[in-house]
C-alpha cells in the first residue's frame, strides 16, 4: 500500500471538497434568485426546479470525482476511491451548511423559504390564468405549493443531530455508488515504474 498515494487521495479530497462545496453554495444562491426574478414562465421555473437542484450538482459531483483519481494517477482501489469521495462530499457538505444554511439562509435572506414559496405562488398563478385555468385548479395548486414547502419550524437539537447523522450516511453511499463506477478494476502501485494501466 503506497502511504504518499493514501495521503495525498485524502488532501485532494479535503481540496476537492471544499471547491465542490463553493459550487453548490452558489449553485444554491442563483437558484434562489433564478426563481425570485428570472423564471418568467413554465418552462423556465419547471426546468430550473429540475437543472439548479438535481442535474448540476450530479455533474458536479462527477467532475469532481473523475478530478481527484487523475490527481491519483489515474489509479485507485474501490477503497481509496471510497475514502476520496467520502472525504470530497463531507467537506463540500460543510462548507454547503456554513455558507448557505446559516450565512445566506440566516444573515442575507433569513425569509428566503417565504421569498421562494411566495414567488413560485405568484408565478404559477399568472401562468395558469394565462392558459385560462378555473380557479378552483389555481386553488388546488396554491396549495400543493404551500404543501411542498411545508411549515418553518424551529428545529430541536435532537432533529438537528439527526439530520446531520442522515446526511452524513446517505453521503457515505454516495460515496460508495460514485467510487464503484469510476474505480480502477485492478491496483497498481503509481510507484511501481513497470506498471501498466489497469481498469
Not at 121 to 130: D, H, S
Not at 146 to 168: R, T
Amino acid at each position: 500500500m503506497d502511504i504518499n498515494l493514501e495521503r495525498k487521495i485524502k488532501l485532494n479530497g479535503v481540496k476537492n471538497g471544499l471547491l465542490l462545496g463553493i459550487v453548490y453554495s452558489a449553485i444554491e444562491i442563483f437558484y434562489f434568485y433564478y426563481i425570485t426574478k428570472i423564471a418568467g414562465s413554465a418552462l423556465l421555473l419547471i426546468s430550473g426546479r429540475v437543472i439548479f437542484p438535481l442535474v448540476l450538482p450530479i455533474l458536479g459531483v462527477i467532475y469532481f470525482c473523475l478530478k481527484s483519481r487523475k490527481q491519483a494517477g489515474g489509479f485507485w482501489t474501490f477503497k481509496q476511491a471510497t475514502t476520496g469521495i467520502f472525504i470530497m462530499l463531507c467537506v463540500a457538505y460543510v462548507v454547503y451548511t456554513l455558507g448557505v444554511s446559516l450565512l445566506f439562509n440566516k444573515v442575507i435572506e433569513p425569509n428566503n423559504i417565504q421569498k421562494t414559496e411566495a414567488a413560485v405562488i405568484e408565478k404559477k398563478i399568472a401562468i395558469m390564468k394565462q392558459g385560462g385555468a378555473a380557479q378552483k385548479d389555481i386553488d388546488a395548486a396554491i396549495a400543493d405549493t404551500k404543501k411542498d414547502f411545508g411549515e418553518d419550524k424551529p428545529a430541536s437539537l435532537f432533529y438537528i443531530i439527526f439530520e446531520n447523522a442522515m446526511a452524513i450516511l446517505f453521503l457515505f453511499v454516495f460515496a460508495i455508488l460514485f467510487a464503484s463506477m469510476i474505480r480502477n478494476a485492478e491496483y497498481v502501485s503509481v510507484t511501481d515504474p513497470n506498471h501498466t494501466r489497469a481498469g
